[in-house]
């Protein structure tokens, strides 16, 4: 224990120090995603923290690659993916790291028994987005497992690590954790058809032209997603209560979205982002409220 000068006790610097990184990673969800945030007040602690700390990795990567500084190049923006992948690999050995971020993740990774394995495929596919501008489904297959499906893994380790048996329910859960990262993603590159196309010069949907997308591929994407998320719902009911009630709104909230993308005209998808108003995400959350921990 170390004391003050005037005998008190006073917090070990390690913990000082991981307790501030803790504090980043909460500080970057809560500018970067509104409806996560919503979502994650209705995770229990620990595992609220732990999954903020990994999502605020994902967001600073996706940040690196998605908000350039000015004159900045693809080949600098390579070279920060590729010292933050460097330092986040070190660090879930280590366990500590002089970023932040990385180090909240470190953290997370080891309490949490997340593996390199879910995290290189991560980078892979951010570093995709700096080299395939148009994709076919093999590609695309495998940038939304590396985005998305991966993270939903890094999710499902962290809710399920204080069960009985984690790993016969990590492999049960395995499929609907990939559905639902899978659905969230394609929801995103749908509802940012718009902006992807025009700012960023990327075509997500193989034979989908953003600037001519009709009725018929909203649809046809549309009708992808709600498989997925249909898949997810049924696994989100086997989750265990510290984690159910959160992933329960964080798929309500996108089914929402998904509700309506499918109104919205295809002409208007091509030039607007839809997005589903706070408000009604607030009356979702608070219904979901009303329904208890069951």
């Known amino acids: 224990m170390l004391l003050d000068r005037r005998g008190s006790a006073r917090p070990c610097p390690a913990d000082q120090y991981d307790a501030l990184a803790?504090?980043?990673?909460?500080?970057?969800?809560?500018?970067?995603?509104?409806s996560f945030g919503l979502a994650a007040r209705l995770l229990d602690e620990p595992?609220?923290?732990?999954?903020?700390?990994?999502?605020a990795l994902v967001r600073v990567a996706d940040e690196i690659v998605d908000a350039p500084r000015p004159g900045e190049g693809d080949e600098a923006r390579r070279t920060l993916l590729d010292a933050l992948e460097t330092e986040t690999l070190a660090a879930m050995t280590s366990g500590h790291s002089a970023n932040l971020v990385v180090h909240a993740f470190a953290r997370t990774a080891v309490a949490r028994g997340i593996e390199p394995a879910l995290v290189t495929p991560f980078f892979a596919s951010m570093r995709t987005d700096l080299d395939v501008l148009e994709h076919d489904q093999e590609s695309l297959d495998a940038y939304v497992y590396g985005s998305a499906e991966v993270v939903g893994l890094m999710c499902l380790r962290v809710f399920l690590r204080d069960e009985t048996d984690p790993q016969g329910a990590y492999a049960a859960l395995h499929p609907g954790a990939c559905r639902l990262g899978a659905a969230f993603q394609k929801l995103n590159f749908l509802r940012d058809l718009?902006?992807?196309h025009e700012e960023l010069g990327r075509r997500y949907f193989p034979g989908i032209d953003p600037a001519a997308l009709t009725t018929a591929q909203r649809d046809?994407?549309?009708?992808?997603?709600?498989a997925d998320l249909q898949v997810a719902a049924a696994a989100i009911e086997q989750l265990p209560p510290s984690s159910r009630r959160a992933v329960r709104v964080a798929h309500t909230l996108f089914a929402e979205l998904a509700r309506r993308l499918r109104r919205t005209p295809a002409e208007q998808?091509?030039?607007?982002r839809v997005r589903v108003p706070n408000t009604v995400k607030s009356r979702l959350v608070a219904r979901e409220l009303l329904r208890g921990r069951s």
Do not use: F, Q
């Open 22 to 34: 803790t504090s980043t990673a909460r500080l970057v969800i809560r500018r970067y995603s509104t």
């Open 47 to 55: 595992v609220r923290t732990h999954v903020r700390n990994v999502y």
């Open 194 to 196: 718009a902006a992807d």
């Open 220 to 226: 046809a994407v549309l009708d992808d997603i709600e």
């Open 269 to 272: 998808i091509r030039t607007e």
